[in-house]
Nanobody, 115 residues
Framework: QVRLVESGGGLVQPGGSLRLSCAAS????????MAWYYQAPGKQRELVEK???????DYADSVKGRFTISRDNAWTRVYLRMNSLNVEETAVYFC?????????WGRGTQVTVYG
């Protein structure tokens, strides 16, 4: 059973920073592509960025230069460093991977950017 557990969300002012963490288990982490998505209230879930097993990353245009994804294969964790947050990025942030032909999601962590 794949399990993804996000942490690190919270309240932050506009322009502030947070680092999210996702702990993964039950997946061959070293070969897995890991991704972060976010879902704002009343909106669809959207890809923020992803990182492949070789470290190649892909970002949404809106976060380039501000967000950084990274992974630690030894600890089977993926991180999302978010800088210069704005109120429109208030959302639940989810960790996702694909394993054994299925998509697996964590329960998410809430990020609230308040002005």
């Amino acid at each position: 059973q794949v399990r993804l557990v996000e942490s690190g969300g919270g309240l932050v002012q506009p322009g502030g920073s947070l680092r999210l963490s996702c702990a993964a288990s039950g997946v061959n982490f070293k070969i897995a592509t890991m991704a972060w998505y976010y879902q704002a209230p009343g909106k669809q879930r959207e890809l923020v960025e992803k990182i492949s097993s070789d470290g190649t990353t892909d970002y949404a245009d809106s976060v380039k230069g501000r967000f950084t994804i990274s992974r630690d294969n030894a600890w089977t964790r993926v991180y999302l460093r978010m800088n210069s947050l704005n109120v429109e990025e208030t959302a639940v942030y989810f960790c996702k991977t694909r394993s054994r032909g299925s998509d697996w999601w964590g329960r998410g962590t809430q990020v609230t950017v308040y002005g």
